[in-house]
């Protein structure tokens, strides 16, 4: 009995002693994983964290050491929204595709690092057709300018905002250029990059034209195939509704109009044009020319200021 007692004791002080190792309550597990000494919490960043470009997937060290030592000093300010796109796509959208269009701005630009997008944008809302949630311009412009001035306190040099919506295109345009009024004397810069938005549907519509495709606007093909492209497979997009996703007709720029398209009666389903042959291979198309089109004029700008 004797004996039986010894081994508890000599047990218990092993376990003890184990868990006075252990600095992370995962049964001695060590910062290394695999029991080894923890890694010091320092403001160092670690070596395999060098290639992030996600500014909300970063630790503050590996933003410090992005600014200061990797040269990327410029900020991308991508704007979402959360708004109806029809009943074929997520109301998240703008946000959705947004985020992907940041991150992907910024690892062709080399020298910027995307900022998290903002999920909100000057919509309307009802309850006939829910799933928008808007905010006021002025608010809209404020959030943007805010956001612009911390992002430049931080040790980015450029800002580039744009949006992914139509709406608050001409508020983000006044930020930047109050904003760039006011800290270019510092040497840094506030711009507003459009090329994203408005460029984009321009050349995009003269694609669909030569491809024989129809035009659209608000949750028409541009939207739904891009959707497509980007998380069809993450359920961005309800691909069993396509066959009927067709709304209001939407005539091509310079185009003749369609007269029998435009004599069917008015769709209340928040598609404007037709979705129904969105695909992932025209998604691609209308992603890339949107990511195209933003690092040239961010490039051109950055460019301008050394002239």
Not at 213 to 218: E, F, G, N, R, T
Not at 281 to 293: A, C, P, R, T
Request: charged content about 20%; hydrophobic content about 40%; some cysteine.
């Amino acid at each position: 009995m004797r004996r039986m007692g010894m081994i508890v004791v000599l047990a218990l002080a092993a376990s003890s002693e184990l868990l006075a190792q252990d600095t992370t309550g995962r049964g001695g597990r060590g910062g290394r994983g695999r029991g080894g000494p923890p890694i010091p919490a320092t403001g160092e960043a670690l070596a395999r964290t060098r290639d992030l470009v996600e500014f909300e997937m970063m630790t503050w060290p590996e933003v410090k050491r992005a600014i200061n030592e990797l040269g990327k000093t410029t900020a991308i300010v991508y704007n979402g929204g959360t708004e109806q796109r029809g009943p074929q796509n997520v109301n998240g959208g703008h946000t959705l595709m947004a985020r992907e269009m940041a991150k992907a701005v910024a690892l062709k630009l080399g020298n910027a690092i995307a900022a998290p997008i903002l999920a909100y944008s000057p919509a309307g809302t009802s309850a006939e057709m829910p799933g928008s949630i808007g905010i006021s311009a002025a608010l809209y412009k404020a959030v943007n300018m805010e956001i612009a001035e911390q992002l430049l306190r931080q040790g980015f040099k450029n800002v580039m905002i744009m949006g992914d919506n139509g709406g608050g295109q001409a508020q983000l345009g006044e930020a930047a250029k109050e904003l760039d009024a006011k800290y270019a004397p510092e040497g840094k810069h506030v711009y507003h990059i459009p090329d994203a938005y408005f460029a984009a549907r321009e050349e995009f519509a003269k694609y669909l034209v030569k491809e024989g495709l129809p035009c659209a606007s608000h949750a028409g093909l541009n939207d739904t195939a891009n959707m497509v492209y980007l998380g069809s497979d993450k359920g961005w997009v309800r691909m069993e509704l396509l066959p009927t996703a067709v709304g209001n007709y939407v005539p091509c720029p310079g185009q003749p109009v369609d007269s029998v398209a435009a004599a069917r009666p008015r769709v209340n389903n928040g598609i404007n044009g037709d979705a129904r042959k969105a695909s992932r291979e025209i998604g691609k198309v209308i992603f890339d020319i949107k990511v195209n089109l933003a690092v040239k004029q961010i490039q051109g700008l950055i460019a301008a200021q050394a002239k």
